[in-house]
């Protein structure tokens, strides 16, 4: 950004909590961004560490969260058997039933702005147990395809929707409440977004087509 004689700017520098106690200050180095050169400028800042500081509430199931530009809307979980393609085309069922989370994703914007897809590294998404810990994605080989779901990058035009969903292993019987974190990168904004999970283990019944023996007959002469 250029600033032109006599005009000025107002901006926040952000870092980690040193988390030292109660601190009488705390150095601070900038750029001496009116001569243009890389000249650090020393300050001394008042701290007092806050402790522990509890996240932003998390919103409820069901409802719009905006993320600068797009709404994220989760609207159901639910434990499920998924149906697989592979790279030749063969289809069947995962071995085990998984958690799928639903969610939509509104653009509210005036332009364009992309969905980084399913499969993505970008920006990752994350599902927390009430102690803290993570519950794993749940991720299959390449080339396989999940029936249904927006893998790969998605374009979301101004006014546009998409519907998709987020896959975990499912959690054990004694979990009934999970907290997803959604960042907006994934959808090309700004912003983080907490949802509180409502979740009831379930052991749904495995598809017919893996319960019916499948009856393999001989050649005619063997």
């Given at each position: 950004m250029t600033l032109a004689p006599g005009e000025s700017l107002d901006d926040?520098?952000?870092?980690?909590?040193?988390?030292?106690?109660?601190?009488?200050?705390?150095?601070?180095?900038?750029l001496d961004l009116q001569r243009r050169r890389r000249v650090a400028s020393v300050r001394e800042v008042p701290f007092n560490d806050p402790g522990d500081v509890a996240p932003p509430a998390a919103s409820a199931l069901g409802r719009a969260i905006a993320l600068d530009g797009v709404t994220l809307t989760v609207t159901d979980a639910s434990v499920t058997w998924l149906r697989l393609t592979d790279a030749a085309g063969k289809s069947g069922y995962a071995?085990?039933?998984?958690?799928k989370i639903a969610f939509t994703a509104t653009n509210t914007g005036s332009a364009t702005t992309e969905y980084v897809g399913a499969s993505s590294p970008t920006a990752p998404i994350s599902l927390l147990r009430a102690d803290g810990?993570?519950?794993?994605?749940?991720?299959?080989?390449?080339?396989?395809?999940?029936?249904?779901?927006?893998?790969?990058?998605?374009?979301?035009?101004?006014?546009?929707?998409?519907?998709?969903?987020?896959?975990?292993?499912?959690?054990?019987?004694?979990?009934?409440?999970?907290q997803l974190i959604v960042p907006g990168r994934r959808?090309?904004?700004?912003?983080?977004?907490?949802?509180?999970?409502?979740?009831?283990?379930?052991?749904?019944?495995?598809?017919?087509?893996?319960t019916t023996p499948r009856v393999i007959e001989a050649p005619a002469g063997q």
């Open positions: 926040v520098l952000s870092s980690a909590s040193p988390g030292w106690g109660s601190l009488a200050g705390a150095v601070v180095a900038a071995s085990a039933p998984v958690l810990t993570a519950v794993p994605r749940a991720t299959f080989p390449g080339g396989i395809t999940v029936d249904g779901q927006l893998a790969t990058a998605t374009q979301i035009g101004a006014g546009e929707s998409i519907q998709n969903f987020f896959l975990f292993e499912r959690p054990a019987a004694d979990v009934t409440q999970l959808f090309g904004r700004t912003g983080l977004a907490r949802v509180t999970v409502p979740y009831t283990f379930a052991d749904p019944a495995a598809p017919e087509e893996l």
